[in-house]
């Protein structure tokens, strides 16, 4: 099939790629100019585990091209899919209006019968309000064509784009015609996963339910976290025996220093705007909001109990990355800890292995360094705030001996405390009592 895919951010690039690979046609599109100038050259604008050398094989087969014309896209496209950004609005709500300029767009440029395909996150009755903005600007043209907007969520996690691109667990198709329908199933027909056939509007949701989810496993977690800590109670013996009960599942049950990112607080965000406007209150979300915004403090709250405050330490952050295998510090818990670190008139060193120069533009206080042993040196603590492989590996003796006191907080409860005892540490983790 023929699909172009408007919009070249990480979801759109993701996108193209692995329908590139199911041996579809593929053209991706973006106003961008200089973004589309290194994608032709092979050269991905992000950093993802495994996409690079996939686009860059793609683009000799002949099997993926871009370009920065709608109307070249849309002439060369039996289906569209729309997978631009719709970032949180300073109110919460989604801001609808790079979705919309597109729908326009394909509005003036169309001929033909196409399928118009949502993959940004959106809110319910996006679908039908695309359509009628397609419509609008065709009717405006005198043009008569069958437009099909279907509703067809993502859910890549990033880092494990890929992967979860290869293999999704289920794949939902929001439809309003067979016609869509057939042609969305045959897109699809060379992946394994589970297909629910729905309406768009239930597609709409499902997306926005599924990280809503998530995210409240995450602040129960973490607020259990916090009721652990003062029980004397370990949150990661707990987890355990909770996630071996199935209806419960073991996934999205790790405490920490609060979830970050451009999709969990975006959506949670969304999904309680969508109820104001239907005047319900969404109270669990709006206290999974709470907790999220809180847990950071909390953590600093913490440490500076457990240190005699904050005032002249030096503290090293190790990760700056909103999760491990990504670039994107959207959210990241990194970026909340940092001020509050300053305002307590600490000394700030950190190091990531791939997030630099974003943050060292932010906080011009602080020091980023290219080496992570550079960044304990001296410190008073260390806060482990992404899980990067590479912190587990570590050399945990040598960063010790480096130090000038021994605390090491554990913002991720990924180290074995025992162990980090042993080697000198005063260890503490989120509501880890082991
Ligand atoms: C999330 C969803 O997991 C994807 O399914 C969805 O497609 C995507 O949003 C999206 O809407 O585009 P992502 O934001 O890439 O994916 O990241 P996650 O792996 O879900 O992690 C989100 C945050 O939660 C991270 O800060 C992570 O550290 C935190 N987290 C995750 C926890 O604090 N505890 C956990 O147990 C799991």
């Given at each position: 099939m023929k699909i172009a895919v408007i919009g070249t951010g990480y979801v759109g690039v993701t996108t193209a790629a692995s329908l590139g690979e199911l041996s579809h046609?593929?053209?991706?599109?973006?106003?961008?100019?200089?973004k589309i100038r290194k994608l032709k050259l092979g050269?991905?604008?992000?950093?993802?585990?495994?996409?690079?050398?996939?686009?860059?094989?793609?683009?000799?087969?002949?099997?993926l091209q871009f370009t920065t014309s709608i109307q070249e896209a849309v002439d060369?496209?039996?289906?569209?899919?729309?997978?631009?950004?719709?970032?949180?609005?300073?109110?919460?709500?989604?801001?609808?209006?790079?979705?919309?300029?597109?729908?326009?767009?394909?509005?003036?440029?169309?001929?033909?019968?196409?399928?118009?395909?949502?993959?940004?996150?959106?809110?319910?009755?996006?679908?039908?309000?695309?359509?009628?903005?397609?419509?609008?600007?065709m009717k405006a043209r005198e043009i008569e064509a069958n437009i099909?907007?279907?509703?067809?969520?993502?859910?890549?996690?990033?880092?494990?784009?890929?992967?979860?691109?290869?293999?999704?667990?289920?794949?939902?198709?929001g439809c309003s015609s067979e016609v869509a329908t057939e042609k969305m199933l045959g897109v699809y027909a060379a992946l394994e996963a589970p297909k629910i056939v729905t309406t768009p509007r239930n597609a709409e949701m499902i997306k926005y339910a599924s990280n809503a989810f998530l995210a409240t496993k995450i602040s129960f977690m973490n607020e259990l976290a916090r009721l652990c800590d003062r029980l004397n109670v370990d949150i990661t013996e707990v987890?355990?025996?909770?996630?071996?009960?199935?209806?419960?599942?073991?996934?999205?049950?790790?405490?920490?220093?609060?979830?970050?990112?451009?999709?969990?607080?975006?959506?949670?965000?969304?999904?309680?705007?969508?109820?104001?406007?239907?005047?319900?209150?969404?109270?669990?979300?709006?206290?999974?909001?709470?907790?999220?915004f809180t847990q950071p403090n909390w953590f600093v709250e913490q440490m500076s109990k457990i240190m005699n405050g904050l005032h002249g330490k030096k503290v090293a952050l190790l990760g700056l990355s909103f999760k491990p295998e990504t670039d994107d510090i959207?959210?990241?818990?990194?970026?909340?800890?940092?001020?509050?670190?300053?305002?307590?008139?600490?000394?700030?060193?950190?190091?990531?292995?791939?997030?630099?120069?974003?943050?060292?533009?932010?906080?011009?206080?602080?020091?980023?360094?290219?080496?992570?042993?550079?960044?304990?040196?001296?410190?008073?603590?260390?806060?482990?705030?992404?899980?990067?492989?590479?912190?587990?590996?570590?050399?945990?003796?040598?960063v010790k001996e480096l130090m000038e006191d021994n605390y090491l907080f554990d913002g991720r409860n990924v180290l074995n405390p025992k162990e980090m005892r042993k080697v000198g540490f005063s260890y503490w983790g989120v509501g880890r009592r082991l």
């Open positions: 046609e593929i053209m991706g599109v973006d106003i961008d100019k200089e050269t991905l604008p992000i950093y993802e585990p495994g996409l690079e050398p996939l686009l860059q094989q793609l683009l000799k087969d002949g099997a060369f496209a039996d289906i569209i899919f729309i997978a631009v950004g719709t970032p949180s609005l300073p109110n919460g709500e989604p801001n609808m209006t790079y979705v919309e300029q597109v729908a326009k767009e394909i509005g003036r440029t169309v001929r033909h019968d196409k399928i118009v395909v949502n993959k940004s996150t959106v809110p319910v009755g996006t679908a039908d309000r695309v359509k009628e903005l397609i419509l609008h600007e099909d907007v279907v509703s067809n969520p993502e859910f890549l996690q990033e880092g494990k784009a890929l992967q979860d691109a290869r293999e999704p667990q289920r794949i939902v198709l987890a355990k025996g909770m996630g071996l009960d199935q209806r419960i599942g073991d996934h999205f049950l790790k405490a920490g220093i609060g979830f970050g990112g451009s999709c969990f607080p975006k959506d949670v965000s969304a999904l309680c705007s969508m109820g104001n406007q239907a005047h319900m209150e969404m109270s669990i979300l709006q206290h999974v909001q709470e907790v999220n959207r959210e990241a818990p990194s970026l909340k800890l940092i001020p509050k670190f300053l305002e307590l008139g600490a000394f700030v060193m950190a190091y990531d292995p791939i997030v630099n120069d974003k943050v060292k533009e932010r906080f011009s206080e602080i020091i980023v360094t290219e080496d992570p042993y550079e960044a304990v040196s001296q410190s008073d603590a260390i806060v482990l705030c992404t899980e990067w492989r590479m912190f587990l590996e570590i050399d945990w003796r040598r």
